[in-house]
T-cell receptor, first 113, second 113 residues
């Protein structure tokens, strides 16, 4: 799995609580991404990072924030979880721009009750 | 919004048959990539085709790209039960940040032994 670890793998939380998901890579890749996967929607980009402390929004960024203080770690935070954020979250990494493929972690299944 | 739309949404074939999946997209692209996802796992990169290429092969995989029709196809020859998975196309858009991939909704392939 290209040296990508997501934690936790499963989480159940209540509406209104903060949640942080962690992605850790050992590949020293520059780019890191957070996607969510929902039935009928495929994968949608939440946020991505192109370097330490350099992040940008994806197509479904509302309600999410990210931080990258080290090359190897990319954190996704739900400040106040809602039921609509119940999903499977995937982290991905990429070595560079242009024609670089993404390598994915195995996902975090988040349930907001 | 989704850039790529795969067709069909689901496909069931017998082992040994060929499987063809199609992907249509909306805007000009730098490249198009195909990924595979086994149940409960992250996506795995299969093949990348650049916008100036028309066909590419990798083992039992054949990908075609028609930029005039904004479409691509993935052919898996001599399918095996182990090919059972979801397949996604993803596009890196021309003029945008080419390190951002937009995924389609996927084709679920079932290969019956």
């Amino acid at each position: 799995d290209a040296g990508i670890t997501q934690s936790p793998r499963h989480k159940v939380t209540e509406t209104g609580t903060p949640v942080t998901l962690r992605c850790h890579q050992t590949e020293n890749h520059r780019y890191m991404y957070w996607y969510r996967q929902d039935p009928g929607h495929g994968l949608r980009l939440i946020h991505y990072s192109y370097g330490v402390k350099d992040t940008d929004k994806g197509e479904v960024s509302d309600g999410y924030s990210v931080s990258r203080s080290k090359t190897e770690d990319f954190l996704l935070t739900l400040e106040s979880a809602t039921s609509s954020q119940t999903s499977v979250y995937f982290c991905a990494i990429s070595a560079g721009e242009g024609n670089s493929p993404l390598h994915f972690g195995n996902g975090t299944r988040l349930t907001v009750t | 919004s989704q850039q790529g739309e795969e067709d069909p949404q689901a496909l069931s074939i017998q082992e040994g048959e060929n499987a063809t999946m199609n992907c249509s997209y909306k805007t000009s692209i730098n490249n198009l990539q195909w990924y595979r996802q086994n149940s409960g796992r992250g996506l795995v990169h299969l093949i990348l085709i650049r916008s100036n290429e028309r066909e590419k092969h990798s083992g039992r995989l054949r990908v075609t790209l028609d930029t005039s029709k904004k479409s691509s196809s993935l052919l898996i020859t001599a399918s095996r039960a182990a090919d059972t998975a979801s397949y996604f196309c993803a596009t890196a858009n021309y003029g945008g940040a080419t390190n951002k991939l937009i995924f389609g909704t996927g084709t679920l392939l079932a290969v019956q032994p």
